[in-house]
Every structure is written in structure tokens, then in C-alpha cells.
């Protein structure tokens, strides 16, 4: 008898989805955006999993000029609609705060893709949500995000208030 050779199955494909955002638009015109930056790193780090069957798919979901505040952007409603329909296992993002600033609108959001069967992978964090500790490091880095957020919000109500002060325009009538 001849020992038996392993034979090696090539692996599934995983359909990756790519998400930027960026909440300004004010660099737009620049050779390098902050969005191609994110797309880039994503991009490197799907090729760096192809040996496990992932391939990214050529649209892209990008806004630029919208706020991590809201989920009604228009390329991420793209992609929602995308994700409900199938096709997508894993969506990638440079970070998660590209996704959302709202702890709640994200752990909703993943709720219903992880019904869907569909994951969140975001290079920067590099969190495992299949682990209990991977879902607790996403609700904590979503309340940062969401901190964040609020603070900034502070600040420029701050600032107009102190412009308003001394009787600095401060936009309106």
C-alpha cells in the first residue's frame, strides 16, 4: 500500500465588500484622497487573505463629504441594499468609525448582517468577531467612536458660542 497524498481543496470564495468614508470633501481634488489611502490598505489586506479564497468585488462603496452620524449616505445604502440581497460575506473597512459613530446604529447594523451571514472586518482594529472578547473590543471601540464624536460636537458649539460673545459672525441672519 502507497501512503495516501492530502489532497488540498481550494478554498470558497469570499465576496468582500470595501467601505470608505471620509466626513469631509474639502481635499477631493488631491492625487491621493483619504479615501483612495483607506482603499488601498483594505485592498492590500484582502490580497493578503486570498490563500483563504477572499476577493474583492470591483464596486466600490464610497462617500465622501457625509458624516460617520448617520447611516443615509448613498454608497452605504448601496451597500446595505448589496448585503440584503446576497453576495457579500465580508464587509472591510480601514476602521470601524468609517462605519459608524453611533454605538447603537452599529451594533444594530451587525445584527442584522451577522443574520445575513455576513461579517465586519476592519484592518485597523483587527477584531475577531466570532469571540466574545472580539464583540466586547467592537461595543468599546464604537463608545469611542461615539465619545468622540460628541465631544467634537462640543467643541464647535463652543467655539460659536465664544465667537457669538464677541460679536463675531457666526453664520445665519
Known amino acids: 500500500?502507497?501512503?495516501?497524498?492530502?489532497?488540498?481543496?481550494?478554498?470558497?470564495?469570499?465576496?468582500?465588500?470595501?467601505?470608505?468614508?471620509?466626513?469631509?470633501?474639502?481635499?477631493?481634488?488631491?492625487?491621493?484622497?483619504?479615501?483612495?489611502?483607506?482603499?488601498?490598505?483594505?485592498?492590500?489586506?484582502?490580497?493578503?487573505?486570498?490563500?483563504?479564497?477572499?476577493?474583492?468585488?470591483?464596486?466600490?462603496?464610497?462617500?465622501?463629504?457625509?458624516?460617520?452620524?448617520?447611516?443615509?449616505?448613498?454608497?452605504?445604502?448601496?451597500?446595505?441594499?448589496?448585503?440584503?440581497?446576497?453576495?457579500?460575506?465580508?464587509?472591510?473597512?480601514?476602521?470601524?468609525?468609517?462605519?459608524?459613530?453611533s454605538q447603537l446604529d452599529f451594533l444594530q447594523l451587525q445584527a442584522r448582517c451577522e443574520k445575513l451571514g455576513v461579517k465586519f472586518v476592519s484592518i485597523s482594529e483587527r477584531l475577531d468577531t466570532t469571540t466574545a472578547m472580539g464583540v466586547f473590543g467592537i461595543q468599546l471601540i464604537m463608545a469611542v467612536a461615539q465619545l468622540e464624536r460628541g465631544q467634537t460636537a462640543e467643541r464647535v458649539r463652543d467655539k460659536t458660542a465664544a465667537a457669538r460673545d464677541l460679536g463675531l459672525w457666526t453664520g445665519g441672519r
Open 1 to 101: 500500500l502507497e501512503p495516501r497524498r492530502a489532497t488540498r481543496t481550494a478554498p470558497a470564495t469570499v465576496q468582500v465588500a470595501i467601505y470608505c468614508r471620509k466626513s469631509v470633501e474639502k481635499y477631493a481634488a488631491e492625487a491621493l484622497t483619504s479615501i483612495d489611502a483607506q482603499r488601498s490598505m483594505v485592498e492590500s489586506y484582502v490580497a493578503s487573505q486570498a490563500g483563504n479564497g477572499w476577493r474583492v468585488l470591483p464596486e466600490r462603496f464610497d462617500d465622501a463629504g457625509v458624516s460617520g452620524a448617520t447611516l443615509a449616505r448613498p454608497a452605504f445604502r448601496r451597500l446595505m441594499e448589496q448585503v440584503r440581497l446576497g453576495g457579500i460575506d465580508v464587509i472591510a473597512v480601514y476602521r470601524l468609525d468609517r462605519v459608524s459613530r
